[in-house]
């Protein structure tokens, strides 16, 4: 986070409101998010309610909140979604000060607005959301909560699960939302990282071209944008003109059009992470041996907190910048579709993305691409 005016800014976000995700089976994806990734269920919202459509469960980590709907009519439009693009994320919604501002501003630079300002009240209090929608059939809510004490919004009920935690888990594996990453058609990228500044107020905070992200077979092009207060950031990816497909090329065909690829999580401490993890089922890239054995490596990142050969023993790669290192690891897509993933990070002090790694990432997926067939 870093510190700025927001009275100055036109279209405010003070951070992360909550990833909402359309799944074909809500209940277990639920469960998964609680069993594996030891997140806590806190709202529901389902026919027990009054709602008939669909099921929606609301899980948190620390400041993660996702909310995981599925359909349960047949008739529901979350079918449609689903079967066209799997499991996926369909909402990032974002905290602001005052979303009648934003909204009017936005639809001055031209966004489309989906969904209009309005309030949603209950015994609770009072929100105010509105929707503008971005690439692919993603979009943005804009929620001022400060009126809210209820467990998520109108319409939810608080809900704790009967999972039980294995001895000994953590209280949680991670504690926030780091960045999101999406996915759009080539030759798109620069429109979108123009739509974030323009319409949300967004500044350019990196670049990766070329050589940046390529291997011998397939490459991206990648820009990151972030708001004021740097807590929101969202790289964007395109593909690139490459020998094959490119991990981004094949994002496009299986989920049917542009979305978010991956989350980044935050972490305190990425091997408890990683051990949990794995222990209940949750697969990771897998790293070679040689990029632990390369000596520039050691020479390139200096001291970091944990012995390499610990990192190498759980596959953890490790970058360093001019204002620290960081530790990451990807976890191989979570559905049935190569499409979402998940990204593990632990930040001391660099702001980046780990740009020294991107060459071994880029491989790791291809190997997974070459084995799906889709290379």
């Not at 620390?62 to 008739?75: L, Y």
């Not at 009920?157 to 000994?168: E, F, H, I, N």
């Not at 191989?332 to 990204?343: A, H, L, Y």
């Amino acid at each position: 986070m870093v510190s700025y005016d927001d009275s100055t800014d036109p279209f405010p976000v003070t951070g992360w409101d909550a990833v909402e995700w359309v799944v074909g089976n809500a209940t277990q994806s639920a469960h998964f998010f609680q069993s594996a990734f030891g997140m806590e269920l806190v709202a529901y919202s389902g026919p027990e309610t009054g709602n008939r459509d669909h099921h929606a469960y609301v899980l948190r980590s620390g400041a993660v909140r996702f909310v995981v709907k599925g359909g349960v009519t047949p008739d529901s439009p979350l079918h449609d979604h689903h079967r066209r693009h799997g499991d996926g994320i369909v909402d990032i919604a974002l905290e602001v000060p005052d979303v009648d501002r934003c909204v009017e501003h936005a639809r001055r630079q031209g966004a489309t607005v989906v969904e209009e300002p309005h309030d949603v009240t209950d015994e609770h209090g009072t929100i105010r959301v509105a929707a503008l929608a971005t690439y692919g059939e993603t979009r943005h809510s804009l929620v001022d909560r400060s009126r809210y004490t209820g467990p998520y919004r109108p319409g939810y009920v608080a809900r704790t699960s009967t999972y039980t935690k294995r001895p000994g888990a953590p209280k949680r594996l991670f504690q926030a939302l780091d960045h999101v990453v999406g996915n759009v058609e080539l030759g798109r990228m620069d429109e979108w990282v123009d739509f974030y500044g323009r319409v949300m107020g967004f500044t350019n905070m990196a670049e990766f071209i070329g050589d940046d992200i390529a291997t011998e077979y397939s490459a991206l092009m990648s820009k990151v944008v972030a708001n004021g207060n740097h807590r929101v950031k969202f790289p964007l990816n395109e593909p690139a003109i490459a020998k094959k497909k490119s991990q981004i090329d094949e994002y496009l065909e299986f989920y049917q059009g542009p979305g978010a690829q991956h989350l980044a999580l935050a972490t305190n401490d990425i091997l408890r992470t990683v051990d949990c993890l794995r222990e209940e089922g949750v697969e990771f890239l897998d790293t070679p041996d040689s990029y632990y054995e390369d000596p520039q490596l050691r020479a390139r990142i200096g001291e970091v907190r944990v012995p390499i050969e610990e990192l190498h023993r759980r596959g953890i790669l490790v970058d360093r910048d001019e204002d620290g290192y960081l530790l990451q690891i990807f976890t191989k897509p979570i559905g049935d579709r190569p499409t979402v993933f998940f990204e593990f990070i632990e930040r001391h002090g660099s702001l980046g993305f780990g740009k020294g790694n991107f060459q071994a990432l880029f491989e790791a997926l291809e190997r997974e691409q070459e084995r799906r067939g889709n290379l």
